[in-house]
């Protein structure tokens, strides 16, 4: 990775690390505050990037609050199925859209999507996320800030390539197994899990800030 790329998290989760309720995808864990923070955030950067999942729960864009006159959202998919291009997402104006994908796309909806957005093809044999940033790269972005979920940030999380992690600690217990989580996927083995380090903790209210950031040297 390039020195001058910037990837970075953001992401809010109850005490028990989740993400959403088990039964409402579309759920606002934090405050005001917190969504202040998420978009000074977005401000500063180029692109959004998330997995279909997220696309599916919101049906909506990652905008930063001022209009921009350039701004891009990325999201990740096997084949693009349950994702319906009619759904906001595909139709904010001044959005540049990529859509990476990893299966077998069916060619009626690779046409749908071809209307508002890009369409990456990935190797599957490969990490989706490593192969993301070098299109992004090339493509001359700088800042990505990777908003989740929780299947997406392992992507990002497996190979080590957040540089900074911002989680917003709720103070609510959600519970539930199939609640999605900050990181899913496989996981690592204990004794090879990520350390990362403690930049900042801010309290306001009930809420804490958190920033860690990535040691150069763990897997
Ligand atoms: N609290 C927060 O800050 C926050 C932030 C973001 C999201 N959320 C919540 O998190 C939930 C979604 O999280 P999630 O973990 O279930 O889903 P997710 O990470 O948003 O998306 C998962 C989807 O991404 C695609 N994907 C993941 N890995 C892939 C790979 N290697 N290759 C190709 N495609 C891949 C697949 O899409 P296909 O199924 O289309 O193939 C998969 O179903 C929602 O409830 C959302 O509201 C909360």
């Given at each position: 990775m390039k020195s001058s790329m910037h990837v970075f998290s953001n992401l809010a989760m109850s005490l028990?690390?989740?993400?959403?309720?088990v039964d409402q995808p579309?759920?606002?864990?934090?405050t005001k505050k917190d969504l202040d923070w998420l978009h000074t955030l977005r401000n500063q950067a180029d692109i959004v990037v998330m997995g279909a999942g997220t696309v599916r729960a919101f049906q909506r864009p990652c905008l930063p609050k001022k209009r921009r006159d350039f701004f891009a959202n990325a999201l990740l998919t096997?084949?693009?199925?349950?994702?319906?291009?009619?759904?906001p997402f595909f139709k904010a104006r001044n959005l540049e859209r990529f859509i990476f994908y990893t299966g077998k796309m069916k060619p009626k909806l690779q046409d749908a999507f071809l209307e508002s957005s890009h369409l990456i093809p990935l190797?599957?044999?490969?990490?989706s996320a490593e192969q993301m940033i070098a299109v992004l790269q090339i493509l001359n972005f700088q800042k990505i800030l990777v908003e989740g979920g929780g299947e997406l940030m392992w992507e990002f999380v497996k190979k080590n390539l957040i540089d900074d992690y911002y989680v917003t600690l709720t103070p609510k217990i959600l519970g539930g197994v199939k609640a999605p989580s900050l990181v899913s996927g496989a996981g690592f083995p204990g004794g090879n899990e990520l350390n990362l380090k403690l930049k900042e903790a801010k309290i306001v209210k009930d809420e804490v800030f958190l920033h860690y950031r990535r040691k150069k040297s763990s897997p």
């Open positions: 028990d690390g989740k993400i959403a309720p579309m759920y606002s864990l934090g096997r084949t693009g199925e349950n994702l319906d291009p009619k759904w190797d599957p044999k490969k990490s």
